[in-house]
């Protein structure tokens, strides 16, 4: 798995040399060369980025190079975002990753995992997008208001825990 540090990817103002000069990109390259992913069921490579949409907003990106699909997932589900950060990462992400084996090419997809019905959960929403796309499950039981407030609270602070136990 490699990630960015989240103010590498910020839209829409964004800073094309840094993004091209962060080290990960060699690295996930090195990565992909050294692995047979299109052979070895058992060997899985992703890419996770945390994007900073318009100073106020946390989006994620998901790239999982076995299947050479492109995971959006903006928490607030707003239609507008998913176009601007797919076209984004066609042009400033995507051809600094590994390329997909020919004749495949990556494929963009929206997630919807459950809607963030506040302004300031986007970042506990992105958390929990990349543990399950992790893991490789989906989620249940957050399709009511009071759920989700309830679930978002306990991780919260399950978030906090991992951070302190970690230190």
């Given at each position: 798995m490699f990630t960015v540090p989240s103010e590498i990817l910020r839209y829409p103002r964004y800073d094309t040399k840094a993004i091209?000069?962060?080290?990960?990109?060699?690295?996930?390259?090195?990565?992909?060369?050294s692995m047979d992913?299109?052979?070895d069921?058992?060997?899985?490579?992703?890419?996770?980025?945390?994007?900073h949409y318009d100073w106020n907003h946390w989006?994620?990106?998901?790239?999982?190079?076995?299947?050479?699909?492109v995971v959006i997932y903006?928490?607030?589900?707003?239609g507008d975002r998913f176009d601007a950060i797919k076209g984004f990462l066609k042009t400033q992400v995507l051809p600094l990753l590994p390329a997909p084996e020919s004749p495949k090419r990556f494929r963009f997809t929206r997630i919807d995992l459950a809607p963030q019905l506040d302004d300031y959960n986007c970042g506990v929403f992105v958390l929990l997008f990349i543990e399950l796309q992790l893991y490789?499950?989906?989620?249940?039981?957050l399709d009511s208001?009071?759920?989700?407030?309830?679930?978002?609270?306990?991780?919260?602070?399950?978030?906090?825990?991992l951070i302190l136990a970690s230190m």
């Open positions: 091209q000069d962060h080290p990960v990109w060699s690295k996930l390259k090195m990565a992909a060369a992913l299109s052979r069921s058992s060997v899985n490579l992703f890419f996770f980025g945390v994007i989006c994620a990106v998901g790239v999982n190079f076995k299947t050479s699909e903006d928490p607030q589900n707003t490789g499950v989906q989620v249940t039981g208001e009071i759920r989700s407030r309830e679930a978002m609270e306990f991780f919260h602070y399950r978030y906090l825990s």
